[in-house]
């Protein structure tokens, strides 16, 4: 079955910063790769997702980028913010099965 | 449209006893999950729903049963608590289930003593 790993478990940045979050996964036939950010003591919720037919999607300050060959997709987030401090779910998923998350990474902006 | 509605938010349980959390969605999304949320380890699959009478294990699914006898309801029945199953419980529901939004209820926090 599909295993995703995500790296790193913890980052802090500064205000303005950039925070880049890595998931890899498995199984080559996952064609869809969610976000999801989860505020302290919140519901999960998506952010960004990308198809596995394109290589990059950006809206505003997050940015998704897809690597089919390394099966490997990252989350970028430019001019970060207080509000952006939060934890960060990656997950893959193909037709036919279910999502599978990868174990977090809780991002920090530091003022 | 209120979304996935979860109860109960929080529960103490004793060792052995029994309860169901409740969760529906009034989104008319045919796709419904519950999920557990453990620290530092993502989220785990317990059962899911591609619809009304149709119920199939996820990755977790011991110690735990569901039914969905309408589209709105997926309730999640613990038998025997167990210490192992204090955890935060998510309840979701899509439109697309394979490639679409999961929408996330608030959570359910269970500790089990």
């Known amino acids: 079955g599909e295993n995703v790993e995500q790296h790193p478990s913890t980052l802090s940045v500064q205000e303005g910063d950039s925070a880049v979050i890595k998931c890899t996964y498995s199984?080559?036939?996952?064609?869809?790769f969610p976000w999801y950010k989860q505020e302290l003591g919140k519901r999960p919720q998506l952010i960004i997702d990308?198809?596995?037919?394109?290589g990059e999607k950006k809206d505003q300050r997050i940015a998704v980028t897809l690597n089919k060959t390394a099966k490997h997709f990252s989350l970028h987030i430019t001019e970060t913010q207080p509000e952006d401090s939060a934890v960060y779910f990656c997950?893959?998923?193909?037709?036919?099965?279910?999502?599978?998350f990868g174990p977090g990474t809780r991002l920090s902006v530091l003022p | 449209n209120a979304g996935v509605t979860q109860t109960p938010k929080f529960r103490i349980l004793k060792i052995g006893q029994s309860m169901t959390l409740q969760c529906t969605q009034d989104?008319?999304?045919?796709?419904m999950y519950w999920y557990r949320q453990d620290p530092g380890m993502g989220l785990k699959l317990i059962y899911y729903?591609?619809?009304?009478?149709?119920?199939d294990k996820g990755e977790v699914p011991n110690g735990y049963n569901v039914s969905r006898s309408t589209t709105e309801d997926f309730p999640l029945r613990l038998e025997l608590a167990a210490p192992s199953q204090t955890s935060v419980y998510f309840c979701?529901?899509?439109?697309?289930?394979?490639?679409?939004?999961?929408?996330f209820g608030e959570g359910s926090r269970l500790t089990v003593l």
């Open positions: 979701a529901s899509s439109e697309q289930g394979s490639t679409g939004e999961l929408f």
């Open positions: 997950a893959a998923h193909n037709y036919g099965q279910n999502f599978v």
């Open positions: 729903s591609v619809g009304a009478g149709i119920t």
């Open positions: 989104m008319n999304h045919n796709y």
């Open positions: 199984d080559s036939a996952s064609n869809y």
């Open positions: 990308i198809r596995s037919n394109v």
